[in-house]
């Protein structure tokens, strides 16, 4: 599947939880999506320390902690009407082509 972009299930703003690794439970929001790479950042998961130099804007350097990538595939979305960890389908609305994404439990739509 290297080389293919896939268009992501999961959309900026969505509360998404963690299924495996190391932060297996937390729950957050996506700040940002790379959809080329498979990854999305969320906030407050995922934490990694960076040693930076002195620089002007931060005259002290020192270890800083941000938000790493996480793959796609760890992460599971809960549906803000059932409030429960949830695949996401796509459904067709009316007879144009558009679709929407529906939660797989209570089939409520999610946009």
Partial sequence: MV??????????NDVVTVISGKDRGK??????????????IVEKVNFVKRHS????KMPKGGILEKEAPLPLAKL????NKCNAVTR???KQMGDDE??????????EMLD
Wanted: charged letters at 30%; a positive charge; glycine letters at 6%.
């Fill in 27 to 40: 729950s957050g929001k996506i700040l940002k999506i790379y959809p080329k790479k498979g990854k999305a």
């Fill in 3 to 12: 080389g293919m972009q896939v268009k992501p299930k999961l959309h900026k």
């Fill in 76 to 79: 599971k979305l809960i549906c």
């Fill in 88 to 90: 996401v389908i796509f």
């Fill in 98 to 107: 558009q679709f929407v994404r529906v939660c797989h439990k209570c089939k």
């Fill in 53 to 56: 130099r002195p620089t002007q």
